[in-house]
């Protein structure tokens, strides 16, 4: 886990607390259920977690969490005793504190000893994802997204698109700056390789040579002709793209002159490093 994700797991966890103390459990809920789906073992955040959900089978279940991550965690053993309890005894909802508080005056009539329901919160689901239950919205389009496809930023979190836009204008690679610069790697390489092919016979055993000292710049070559044609594009895309249309325009005369198979490795990782 990074040290951004750790660090937003922390403030999600406070912001509960802070929610939780005020008496606002929906925020709560939500702000914990993010932290958990950040960092799935979190135990404070299942333990908050636990403190804020109207259902006894739900608390029990994140009280029973926590203690698998941490048996020696008194409280929420506690915690999960007393749960169990108003469990045995027929109860569904966790009794709110106010209710508490009439019983032990003496003061609750009937209708106020039954449970109170709590106001649920909307279910919302990934949309790329819709499977999956979520809490955390991306906060520039604001879509909801699960754990998986968000992607930590400066402040809050990303969707994949989102973050695809935030990329440099290099690194925003289309179809079509794959193509041009499929096309133009392949036929650049084609035409070094048969080069290459037509020197070799001239140098015979010196041709080695010429591919360890030559390969890395006639590799460069290709790259600056294809930056040319595609405006510098850059990244995995691109990598791909390029390293596999340079295996293929010099495989033909790879097969034809196996030393050439030399100059296909170097230019391929020359392309693939200088692409990142």
């Keep these: 886990m990074s040290d951004t994700t750790v660090v937003e797991v922390q403030r999600l966890v406070q912001e509960g607390r802070a929610a939780a103390l005020a008496g606002d459990n929906l925020v709560a809920r939500s702000r914990f259920r993010q932290a958990t789906e950040l960092d799935a073992n979190s135990v404070e955040a299942w333990f908050?977690?636990?403190?804020?959900?109207?259902?006894?089978?739900e608390k029990r279940e994140y009280l029973q969490r926590v203690l698998e991550m941490d048996p020696g965690n008194s409280e929420a053993r506690a915690s999960l005793q007393y749960v169990e309890k108003l469990q045995s005894e027929g109860m569904q909802l966790?009794?709110?504190?106010?209710?508490?508080?009439l019983n032990i005056a003496g003061d609750a009539s009937p209708l106020l000893s039954s449970p109170e329901p709590e106001v649920v919160p909307e279910v919302e689901y990934c949309y790329r994802h819709p499977d999956r239950?979520?809490?955390l919205r991306c906060v520039q389009c604001n879509r909801p997204i699960c754990g998986?496809?968000?992607?930590?930023?400066s402040v809050?979190?990303?969707?994949p698109e989102c973050r695809r836009q935030r990329r440099p204008p290099n690194y925003q690679v289309s179809v079509n700056n794959m193509i041009v610069g499929g096309l133009v790697?392949?036929?650049?390489?084609?035409?070094m390789s048969i080069f290459l092919l037509?020197?070799?016979?001239?140098l015979n055993f010196f041709f080695i040579?010429?591919?360890?000292?030559?390969?890395?710049?006639?590799?460069?070559?290709i790259i600056r002709v294809v930056d040319r044609v595609t405006g510098t594009k850059r990244g995995r895309e691109m990598q791909i793209t390029v390293g596999t249309a340079i295996a293929m325009g010099t495989l033909p005369a790879a097969l034809l002159n196996p030393f050439l198979f030399l100059y296909l490795a170097i230019a391929v990782v020359t392309a693939t490093t200088r692409m990142r």
């Design 48 to 57: 908050g977690l636990s403190s804020v959900v109207p259902m006894l089978a």
């Design 94 to 101: 966790a009794p709110s504190k106010r209710r508490e508080e």
């Design 133 to 135: 239950e979520t809490g």
């Design 148 to 153: 998986e496809c968000a992607k930590p930023a």
């Design 156 to 159: 809050g979190q990303l969707c």
């Design 185 to 191: 790697g392949f036929f650049v390489s084609l035409i």
């Design 198 to 202: 037509f020197i070799a016979g001239f």
């Design 209 to 221: 040579f010429l591919l360890i000292f030559f390969g890395p710049a006639i590799a460069e070559l």
